[in-house]
């Protein structure tokens, strides 16, 4: 039941919204619902539900891992967006709070999906209530970056359609009865058709690694990053990219069951290590702050990636990075999107001396490159560090040379970038004889959170959470 | 039955490649509308008894995309006042060579995949791959956006076919792909919206310098 308020709660609010009059009061619909989400992922983190056998949706210990983080971003943004909505009151924001909550609710239903039909359902409508969000601002740009979106996001749901029906019908031809629930294919396991789940694999990570952002499918990324208002960024970095990873991870579980582990653990590796090299790549020369966080969010996935790849605890450190990516994010979207509206340009020649003109957010920009770019103490530092450890265990030596090979490459890249719109004379001369953007609490305190939270995750990982993650890599790769 | 449905199946995809082949944009949108109608008659030939749910979904696809996403396009189409692809990024024959190249490749991997029994002799696998691989080089080699959506349409409508193998096991996930008409739909009405928000844009702009000095 509560599994199901879950869903109901965010779809309700957004009905809610739809209806709603006023455009002054209707943010708020936002954080109240996003609370009642947190409180309800929150009982069920510590008071997991039986799982029903056969049931489409539950919340098993995969959803149990990730949606409280999922929950939390939204809360955290949601909060932002209060404010966001109140200084962009120019914006009508009917559609845009509508669109974030059923975003939350079709996220809610995809992580906890147990059936590949009904997760790519959510996946599909996740797609669609995107497009307004990344079209608030109106213009041109944002045009052309929700088209992009939808053209590149579109065809890659398209193929992860077309896979679920090739994995549906490798049951099919090992005399299964198609039914696409994850534990009775799992059940069926070797007696899955091989050509035609080999596939179905092929083609879901096609799929849903366009949604995930892996390198080469990432085009849509920095286009829809760079446009989308910055609460809609931390949102996609963290929310909908989780759920495509939750999908991969899922059917690779099935994949696996059939025998054919050694296959999904090299092409996961070979998606992870090439994301992250262009990642690196592009990192090193891209001028507009806004696509950086578009290409450290795809270095992030190629990580994500790569510990999928290594199973055992390499999945373990993959689903806690998930977590300590995410919220590290937050922070830096959030942060973002203020230097944006101070400045009025997204790109090092446009903007420079931030550190003048909104000095707490350039501050908090600092600090969350710094922790997304794994320095000590922040989460993202320990994920990491358990991913290389990993990869040392699993005696991929050159995969280990490559992945510290980008993350160092990432890091000259993002701090040059940082550095060079916080540092100088504000570039722009009408700009500087403006006055200092106002930095109330409302659009400084989320991004706070966000990095607190990060911080707390590196330094004082709950032990609850440890447990939990345990329990999902032990779902998905039942051989320690 | 198997002989008509492989008559069908090669007319979709003989229909795909005048998509392929073609400059002028209404007779692509018409190509793809009429492959979606001989495509949403085939779960009735695909069926021996026949069954509410299958009926439901053939007319449901004839309908939405025969008619209603044509429609759409076509509204589209007027919107944006062009009728021809000018410069595409790959040109009309080499486009039409790539696609039959495709049709000799899906029949090869067709070939190479097993099948159930019920299966073996049509041509549902080599044609729906063939046809998703047209749809996508229509969808990247074309500049226009209204050939791009024709051709996410007809990779669509592979999908649609591949989808027809599964309509016993799993109905409710076949109809589900009628969400990707919403995509399509949700592409129309952008490129309609963009174009009347461009006119409302430049009457804007036209106001604003007016009350200037």
């Avoid at chain 1, 069926?188 to 091989?194: E, V």
């Avoid at chain 1, 000095?359 to 908090?364: C, D, G, K, T, Y």
Wanted: glycine share 10%.
């Amino acid at each position: 039941m509560k599994e199901l308020s879950l869903i109901a709660i965010p779809l309700l609010a957004a009905g809610a919204a739809f209806l709603w009059p006023n455009e002054r009061t209707r943010p708020w619909l936002l954080p109240v619902a996003g609370g009642l989400h947190t409180l309800l992922a929150l009982w069920l983190l510590i008071d997991p539900p039986a799982l029903a056998t056969g049931a489409w949706f539950g919340f098993d210990p995969l959803a149990r891992a990730v949606l409280p983080m999922v929950s939390l971003l939204f809360l955290v943004c949601s909060m932002y967006g209060v404010t966001y909505l109140s200084i962009r009151a120019e914006r009508k924001n009917r559609v845009f709070v509508t669109a974030l909550l059923v975003m939350l609710g079709l996220l809610s239903l995809a992580l906890q999906a147990q059936n590949l039909g009904l997760l790519w359902v959510a996946a599909e409508a996740t797609t669609l209530v995107t497009v307004p969000l990344l079209h608030f601002n109106g213009t041109a740009r944002a045009f052309e970056a929700s088209w992009k979106y939808l053209l590149v996001g579109g065809t890659g749901i398209a193929l992860s359609l077309l896979g679920s029906f090739c994995l549906g019908y490798a049951s099919l031809v090992g005399n299964g009865h198609g039914d696409l629930t994850f534990t009775s294919l799992v059940a069926q396991g070797a007696s899955l058709s091989r050509p035609w789940l080999i596939t179905a694999w092929v083609l879901l990570l096609a799929g849903y690694g366009t949604k995930m952002g892996l390198a080469p499918m990432h085009t849509w990324k920095p286009d829809a990053y760079g446009e989308a208002p910055g609460m809609v960024g931390a949102l996609l970095a963290g929310g909908t990219t989780t759920m495509a990873f939750v999908a991969i991870l899922r059917v690779k579980q099935v994949v696996d069951a059939a025998g054919a582990g050694a296959m999904t653990e090299r092409t996961l590796l070979a998606f992870g290590l090439f994301s992250m090299f262009v990642a690196a790549l592009f990192l090193l020369t891209t001028p507009d702050y806004k696509r950086m966080l578009a290409y450290s969010s795809v270095e992030h996935m190629g990580i994500l990636a790569v510990g999928a790849a290594l199973g055992g605890t390499g999945l373990w450190a993959a689903l806690f990075h998930v977590w300590t990516n995410a919220l590290t994010k937050g922070a830096l979207f959030l942060s973002a999107g203020n230097i944006r509206r101070a400045a009025g340009a997204q790109t090092a020649d446009k903007v420079a001396g931030m550190a003048w003109r909104s000095p707490a957010s350039a501050r908090i920009l600092i600090v969350g490159i710094l922790a997304v770019t794994a320095c000590p103490p922040f989460g993202v530092f320990f994920s990491e560090l358990k991913i290389i450890l990993a990869i040392f265990l699993a005696n991929h030596t050159f995969a280990a040379v490559a992945f510290l090979g980008c993350l160092l490459f990432a890091f000259f890249g993002m701090t040059r970038l940082v550095f060079a719109i916080v540092d100088g004379r504000p570039r722009n001369a009408a700009l500087a004889t403006g006055q200092k953007l106002r930095e109330t609490p409302g659009v400084i305190l989320p991004p706070l959170v966000f990095l607190a939270f990060s911080l707390w995750l590196g330094l004082a990982t709950p032990s609850l959470l440890r447990e939990v993650w345990t329990a999902a890599t032990n779902l998905l790769s039942p051989t320690p | 039955m198997g002989g008509t449905m492989n008559l069908l199946i090669g007319l979709s995809l003989g229909l795909s490649l005048m998509a392929l082949g073609s400059s002028r944009l209404p007779s692509i949108i018409r190509a793809a509308a009429f492959q979606g109608m001989i495509l949403g008659t085939l779960p009735l030939l695909l069926e021996q008894e026949f069954h509410w749910l299958v009926v439901a979904v053939a007319i449901g696809t004839i309908v939405v995309k025969g008619f209603i996403i044509p429609n759409l396009l076509r509204r589209a189409l007027r919107a944006a006042k062009i009728d021809r692809e000018v410069e595409p990024l790959v040109g009309f024959v080499p486009s039409l060579l790539l696609g039959a190249a495709a049709v000799i490749g899906a029949a090869a991997l067709g070939n190479a995949l097993p099948l159930r029994p019920e299966h073996t002799g049509t041509l549902l696998v080599p044609g729906s791959f063939a046809t998703v691989v047209c749809g996508f080089i229509l969808l990247v080699a074309r500049t226009k956006a209204i050939s791009q959506v024709c051709g996410y349409l007809i990779l669509e409508n592979g999908i649609y076919l591949f989808g027809l193998l599964l309509i016993n096991s799993t109905p409710l996930l076949v109809e589900a792909g009628i969400l990707l008409d919403l995509t399509v739909a949700v592409f129309v009405i952008g490129i309609i919206v963009d174009r009347i928000q461009r006119e409302f844009d430049t009457l804007d702009t036209r106001k604003l310098t007016t009350l200037r000095e």
